[in-house]
């Protein structure tokens, strides 16, 4: 069976879709459940592989030349990324399946799967870049009628994708991302060159993973982080790791007195080897969006042992169950006194880190990539076509 992918969100710093296309191929590559080919914006290659920081370079230099001297740069973009897709996928990919990771199919001849992660851009389009809206909103509608099926990484996101359009359930499976097998506890002795490497020591700070955007309802994290007392905050500051995304200037307004005291730091992006280890080594993780298509930075914290507070919302409640704290993204005072008690009453978190642990254990990339393989044969054999 031949599976081609749109790999381009490899070649930037990874991102939800970029997660979700890594761990989900190598997991169908590593069982040899179908044959990869993934399309990599100027070449398509065979197998599931990581693109090397210099190709990486080069699009995200073209990214930026794009931003700053093309008016309409994602729409400029995508055009490009369409024109070399449909070149490249006419040879040699004769009775393909395409599967879409990124929510907007290319031209394609053929069976087509279609991912659609969350619904943001539809339920909050006051969250996103306007020219991303105005994409999503024109591209969307046209994908969803091309495609022959439809994954959703939750039961929330399927259920946003039907309040917006007007797709039969038997057109839509859900199949639940999981953490990677680098998300574990981890002792002192494994994490002490990571902790030096980022100037941090273990189980004194509380952590947040995501892009710095609306959504992700940091402003609400640093209002309630600053009502905790003045002795915890010293003792355990907030760490932040994450690309600037947009709309951040309010965020960084509320941010600064935090950033003066040294009881904040914006870490930006940190490089993927250190990830698992910056985890690793947190005494409590917020994680308070208000609207997730899965919420995966929640999973690989409880993964690695650590006690989570969310918000209530979307598919956070899906992925987090009993096995974490979670409030409402707009209870200020709810998510300081959450944290307050997991920071002060340490017995409370690590009961909590072990029932996260547990669950962790329910979410599978090899279940995830077996459920995405019955997709495609259904899809191959609905079109008449062998699945060898």
Not at 68 to 87: G, I, Q
Not at 156 to 170: I, K, N
Not at 258 to 280: Q, S, T
Request: net charge neutral.
């Amino acid at each position: 069976m031949k599976i081609l992918v749109n790999g381009i969100p490899l070649l930037s710093p990874l991102t939800g879709i970029g997660q979700y296309i890594r761990h989900l191929f190598h997991a169908i590559d590593e069982q040899q459940l179908a044959d990869i080919y993934m399309h990599y914006g100027f070449r398509i290659a065979k197998g599931m592989h990581m693109p090397s920081e210099d190709r990486a370079k080069v699009l995200s230099g073209a990214n930026a030349f794009l931003q700053r001297f093309v008016p309409y740069p994602r729409t400029a973009r995508k055009l490009a990324e369409k024109a070399m897709f449909s070149y490249q996928s006419r040879f040699g990919l004769k009775g393909a399946l395409y599967h879409e990771p990124n929510y907007t199919a290319m031209p394609f001849d053929g069976p087509v799967v279609l991912t659609v992660c969350d619904m943001s851009c539809f339920d909050h389009p006051e969250t996103h870049p306007q020219e991303r809206v105005r994409i999503m909103q024109t591209e969307m509608p046209k994908s969803l009628e091309r495609a022959d099926h439809i994954l959703v990484i939750s039961e929330s996101s399927g259920r946003a994708l039907q309040r917006w359009f007007d797709v039969p359930s038997e057109k839509i499976t859900t199949t639940y991302l999981a953490a990677d097998g680098r998300f574990r506890p981890r002792d002192e002795a494994e994490l002490a060159q990571g902790m030096a490497e980022l100037h941090l020591s273990m189980g004194s700070y509380v952590l947040c993973v995501g892009t710095l955007e609306p959504r992700k309802n940091l402003s609400a994290l640093f209002a309630a982080y600053a009502g905790l007392p003045d002795a915890l905050r010293q003792q355990f500051p907030l760490v932040v790791a994450g690309m600037s995304g947009w709309n951040t200037n309010e965020l960084m307004q509320s941010a600064q007195q935090l950033i003066d005291k040294g009881e904040l730091r914006l870490l930006g992006y940190v490089k993927d080897a250190l990830i698992p280890l910056l985890y690793g080594g947190a005494a409590a993780f917020c994680y308070p969006s208000r609207y997730e298509g899965f919420g995966l930075p929640a999973l690989e914290a409880m993964a690695s042992g650590v006690p989570v507070l969310t918000s209530n919302q979307t598919s956070l409640p899906e992925v987090v169950g009993d096995a974490g704290l979670m409030v409402d993204p707009d209870d200020v005072d709810g998510m300081r006194e959450g944290l307050q008690r997991l920071l002060e009453d340490r017995v409370f978190a690590r009961q909590l880190g072990a029932l996260g642990l547990q669950r962790a254990q329910l979410f599978s990339w090899n279940q995830c990539a077996k459920e995405t393989v019955a997709v495609y044969r259904k899809v191959l054999a609905s079109r008449g076509l062998s699945d060898a």
